[in-house]
């Protein structure tokens, strides 16, 4: 079953142009993959893996690493992390990356949705993602207009707020619950996510009659700060990682970065430039834009750290945008996402 629901995502993905152009490419697929571990992407891997046209890398090894076993293997299909895909369309815009895949299929994390139009850009494929879970590999694929169509007739997603009660559609919702119907052996009923997302209140253009939602990011990211002013009166100030991270999104010349929280009044900030993006400058036009934002949430008393270490991924090969205090030290990536 859940192999047959996920092969209807590739299949509402592509017309017969782009099945021509993966054939004429030897219909190669890479998966860029985390090693070992219980992940739905390794379990996947695992099953296609004696496939001769199916390769698998892996998420961990350097950058430099990876673009040289993709040129060799040339593949026509290319399914990474989301976060490694932008990476690699960074690769390609430097002239290092020498691939021509037809799709590009993005895993696991979200990402502006800019930079989906750029990796569409600098690859030179049609770009799709899902959201989706290791409790529910099928849950949804994305259309046209950057909606997440769910598949209803096998999976229930339900936007609640901090009670548990249900979000009207177009508003945010603290958490979302999952009820996977398609599951026999170990039954999911109504399985808190975490994710904040807003479901769709009117038709997609797009022609889906699904339901459709965007995910907005996780209840478990947000960022509390003891306030200014004498103890007796710190009222704690807390800051939800959507602005954070659109912040940095839009600053020239970084391609991916991550925000730690490393003391109680200490943001640490990792950066990953641009190729050609010179790291003083850019610091000096993170440093400002994160300035702003504090001393607006009255926070000017918060310390900015710039990190020496490179942005971490997880165990399972994803990188947290946003971590918390409560988080750091574990893993960062935290997510249950595939």
């Known amino acids: 079953m859940t192999s047959a629901m996920m092969a209807r995502m590739p299949a509402g993905w592509l017309g017969l142009r782009d099945v021509v152009r993966i054939a004429r ?10 090693e070992g571990g219980h992940f739905a992407s ?33 593949p026509a299909v290319l399914a990474p992390y989301a976060s ?107 399985y808190d996510l975490g994710d904040s997302v807003v479901l769709r209140p009117d038709p997609c253009p797009c022609g889906h009659p699904g339901p459709a939602v965007r995910v907005q990011g996780r209840a478990a ?21 959507l602005p954070l991270a659109t912040l940095l999104e839009t600053v020239p010349g970084l391609e991916l970065f991550q925000i730690v929280q490393a003391a109680p009044t200490t943001l640490r900030i990792r950066l990953h430039p641009a190729p050609g993006a010179d790291p003083e400058t850019l610091w000096r036009r993170i440093e400002t834009r994160m300035r702003d934002l504090l001393a607006r949430h009255h926070l000017g008393h918060v310390r900015l750290e710039r990190a020496g270490e490179p942005i971490q991924h997880s165990t399972g090969g994803k990188v947290r945008a946003v971590i918390p205090l409560s988080a750091t030290g574990r893993d960062p990536a935290g997510s249950r996402r595939p």
């Open 221 to 241: 990211d947000l960022l509390t700060f003891p306030g200014p002013g004498p103890a007796q009166e710190k009222a704690p100030v807390t800051l939800a990682p």
């Open 84 to 190: 490694i895909g932008a990476l690699l369309a960074g690769e390609a815009e430097a002239g290092r990356l020498h691939i021509n895949p037809a799709l590009v299929m993005l895993t696991a994390e979200g990402l502006p949705v800019g930079e989906y139009a750029r990796i569409a850009a600098a690859l030179g494929a049609k770009v799709r993602t899902s959201y989706a879970c290791n409790e529910c590999p099928f849950l949804s694929c994305n259309c046209s207009e950057s909606w997440m169509h769910l598949n209803a007739d096998w999976a229930i997603l339900e936007p609640v707020d901090e009670q548990c009660r249900p979000v009207a559609p177009g508003e945010p919702s603290h958490t979302v619950l999952l009820t996977n119907l398609a599951n026999h052996v170990q039954p999911i009923l109504r």
């Open 25 to 34: 490419g030897g219909a190669r697929m890479a998966l860029v993959i985390p």
């Open 42 to 74: 390794t379990v996947a891997a695992a099953r296609l893996r004696g496939r001769s046209r199916v390769a698998a890398f892996s998420v961990h090894q350097p950058l430099q690493d990876l673009v040289a076993e993709l040129n060799a293997f040339r």
